[in-house]
């Protein structure tokens, strides 16, 4: 293209390797899987935070699937549990909510899921805002 400006794009393709073997130790905390069972029978399998059910966008793949979060942790130490203790959470939400937990103090890890849920509503709210939709959340 003489006399035309041209975009050049240089693509930097950088190798790595992974899937090496290395020997680690870590702490296996034991569940009882009774406690899950409980839980996703008395909540369901919708997230309790952003509501996501996996059944409803995958069908029969995602049937009875959820992530359940303790909320006071197992890694707190060996105690009586509950299934009240549970709750169903879809993946992204749990990584969120132990995320979150670093900035909690014990006492408030029963206000964890109403936290997240709030900065969900928040960050929607600021979404459709944006979009200048009227508040649908």
Same mark, same amino acid.
């Given at each position: 293209l003489v006399g035309s400006e041209m975009c050049i794009e240089t693509v930097v393709t950088e190798v790595v390797t992974e899937g090496g073997k290395k020997l680690?130790?870590?702490?296996?905390?034991?569940?009882?899987?009774?406690?899950?069972? &409980?839980?996703?029978? =008395?909540?369901?399998?919708?997230?309790? +935070?952003?509501?996501?059910?996996? *059944?409803?966008? $995958?069908?029969? /793949?995602? &049937?009875?699937?959820? =992530?359940?979060?303790?909320?006071?942790? +197992?890694?707190?130490?060996?105690? *009586?549990?509950? $299934?009240?203790? /549970?709750?169903?959470?879809?993946?992204?939400?749990?990584?969120?909510?132990?995320?979150?937990?670093?900035?909690?103090?014990p006492q408030q890890y029963g206000d964890a899921v109403e936290i997240l849920r709030n900065k969900l509503k928040d960050r929607a709210k600021d979404f459709y805002g944006e979009l200048g939709g009227t508040d649908t959340v």
């Open positions: 680690i130790f870590t702490y296996k905390y034991e569940r009882n899987p009774r406690l899950k069972k &409980k839980a996703l029978q =008395e909540h369901g399998y919708s997230c309790s +935070v952003c509501g996501f059910d996996f *059944e409803e966008t $995958y069908g029969a /793949l995602g &049937k009875e699937f959820a =992530e359940v979060h303790h909320i006071v942790p +197992v890694s707190e130490g060996e105690r *009586e549990n509950d $299934y009240r203790n /549970l709750v169903p959470l879809c993946p992204n939400c749990h990584r969120m909510i132990h995320r979150l937990y670093k900035d909690l103090t």
